[in-house]
């Protein structure tokens, strides 16, 4: 299905901003195991507002590709992992760092493979 130049900016401008969250997971994991609680705690409300810039690109996708089963599958699911942030940016520091890491960090980037895989047939034209 082709797509018009605008559809193709907004495409990029939403792989960009999924990247970038990527690596703000990428940041808090690297840091030395002491410094891990004050990265997360420092970069969740960065990355808490680059998720909500994501999910008001979903509205747009969802009607631009409402056909594409897939990526609507792939819009739900990471409404439930930023329900899941929501979740998590309440709890104790010590917590949210082993929340951050072993949680939600991996199920962000499974999210992002899969959606990545449905977008590439639209952004490779």
Request: no cysteine; charged share 20%; proline share 3%.
């Amino acid at each position: 299905m082709p797509i018009t130049e605008e559809q193709l900016t907004v495409l990029h401008q939403y792989q960009d901003l999924i990247n970038t969250v990527e690596q703000a997971f990428i940041y808090i994991k690297n840091r030395a195991f002491d410094d891990q609680m004050d990265a997360a705690r420092q970069m969740l409300p960065d990355i808490m507002a680059a998720l909500m810039q994501i999910n008001q690109s979903h509205q747009l996708l969802s009607d631009w590709f409402e056909s594409n089963e897939a990526l609507q599958t792939a819009i739900t699911t990471f409404n439930n992992f930023v329900s899941r942030l929501n979740q998590a940016s309440g709890v104790q520091p010590e917590i949210l760092h082993e929340r951050v890491l072993s949680e939600l960090s991996p199920r962000f980037l499974s999210w992002k493979r899969n959606v990545e895989a449905q977008l590439i047939s639209y952004t490779q034209q």
